[in-house]
């Protein structure tokens, strides 16, 4: 029986989602048997553990370092304090280095794997190369523009550059230029690209035995509305709510519609604030037929997420590349992008230039941003509408594809 190692990087949620979209299509394609061995930490690594409840002894816990949170994402200064001290229960970088690459020895020693998949995890890398095993290395970055005052980060980027073009195969989660949102945080080397292939982006979009419609879908036909997602780990997520609260305030965005998901499974968010102030159950307000400003939803079904999409005129994000492709690729709608991370701010700056949404930073800048396309609307849509002709969301299979013939040969 064959054996592929899955190394899933645990910050953020788009490496998990690429490999479970790449997981459930990969015995279409691998002729033999095969066993997958699943490793990550925190909160994908629970994921794992309760996607695939009977798989256990295939499903390892090792403590990839990861940033130290802040008020608003990682923080810089912690993180870099984090690198010889313990910072926020996290040993010191030096240490958490030393003992998951221990670690995930141990994993490779026992298993023998014949392929692993690295989403985000270049220490396995490393380990696969100096084991000659063959190696896929899923990203959309490599060596990203730094924006701000971010130069001093430019030594690690070479450094981790230099770890992913150990890879046998570096498989791009995007469509091929010049469609490619990522293309600012790529910039491979000339003696690189031969490994280099563009897969496509690793979207479904698509939702199997449809259910009766929810009152929050009921809610929202025939309405005009922007989609306001909050996304990431806590912090990220906690900072994204704060900056909303601060744009729903000002008085230009009164009659602006919203639909905010929290990404939190708590029911107790979910509530419909009408224009007369007061707050409404999802079924109470369709029931009453309540003119509604503000929907808050804990967490969206992935039909409703699909409803959301669908009716909405824009969407506002954080710009993450998994929701980029989704919204402007699958749904073909504008974007309002707030970025966390330089990574966001160079795949928004993408879109902005080619007129498939707007950059914000700040208060003014966001509402700036939703009056601009709401008043563009029509020439917004077009190019999006043209941007999704050309999308290519066939990521899955596509390395799916490739990871089969590297198994043959």
């Not at 370092?65 to 984090?82: A, E, F, I, Q």
């Not at 696969?128 to 701000?148: D, M, Y």
């Not at 009766?212 to 509305?225: G, Q, T």
């Not at 504008?334 to 928004?348: C, L, S, V």
Request: aromatic share 10%; charged share 25%.
């Amino acid at each position: 029986m064959l054996k592929i190692g899955e190394f899933i990087y645990a910050w953020g949620n788009g490496h998990y989602t690429r490999m479970m979209a790449l997981d459930g299509i990969l015995p279409k394609y691998i002729k033999s048997k095969f066993e997958v061995h699943y490793s990550s930490k925190g909160e994908i690594y629970q994921k794992l553990l309760q996607k695939f409840p009977t798989k256990k002894q295939q499903i390892h816990e090792i403590l990839m370092p990861t940033p130290v949170d802040g008020k608003k994402g990682p923080s810089v200064t912690r993180s870099l304090w984090n690198f010889l001290l313990p910072v926020s229960g996290n040993p010191p970088l030096v240490k958490q280095i030393s003992s998951y690459l221990k670690e995930e020895s141990k994993i490779y020693n026992t298993q023998k794997f014949d392929l692993v998949i690295n989403d985000g995890d270049v220490g396995s890398n490393v380990l696969a190369e100096k084991r000659g095993i063959k190696c896929v290395f899923v990203t959309n970055q490599f060596k990203p523009r730094l924006w701000k005052s971010h130069s001093y980060f430019y030594p690690s980027l070479v450094y981790i550059s230099k770890q992913i073009a150990k890879a046998t195969k570096i498989v791009v989660a995007d469509s091929a230029p010049p469609n490619t949102i990522c293309e600012y945080n790529l910039n491979f080397t000339e003696e690189l690209k031969e490994k280099v292939v563009y897969a496509g982006h690793f979207s479904n979009g698509i939702v199997t035995n449809p259910k009766p419609k929810s009152d929050l879908e009921k809610l929202i036909e025939n309405e005009d509305f922007g989609y306001w997602m909050q996304t990431g780990n806590k912090a990220t997520n906690e900072g994204t709510g704060k900056k909303y609260k601060q744009v729903f305030r000002a008085d230009e965005m009164r009659n602006e519609k919203r639909i905010i998901s929290h990404a939190k499974n708590d029911p107790t968010i979910d509530r419909v604030t009408g224009k007369d102030g007061k707050t409404y159950s999802f079924s109470e307000a369709f029931d009453k037929n309540i003119n509604w400003i503000q929907i808050d939803i804990g967490f969206l079904s992935e039909q409703e997420k699909n409803t959301v999409l669908d009716l909405c005129r824009y969407v506002v994000i954080n710009g993450s590349h998994t929701s980029m492709g989704e919204i402007l690729g699958v749904k073909a709608k504008p974007i309002i992008g707030i970025p966390i991370y330089d990574e966001h701010t160079n795949q928004i700056k993408w879109a902005e230039e080619r007129h498939l949404g707007v950059l914000a930073t700040n208060k003014k800048q966001v509402i700036k941003g939703v009056h601009e396309v709401q008043k563009n609307y029509e020439v917004y849509l077009e190019h999006v509408t043209e941007f999704a002709k050309n999308f290519d969301r066939n990521g899955a299979q596509n390395t799916a594809k490739i990871i089969s013939e590297m198994l043959e040969n």
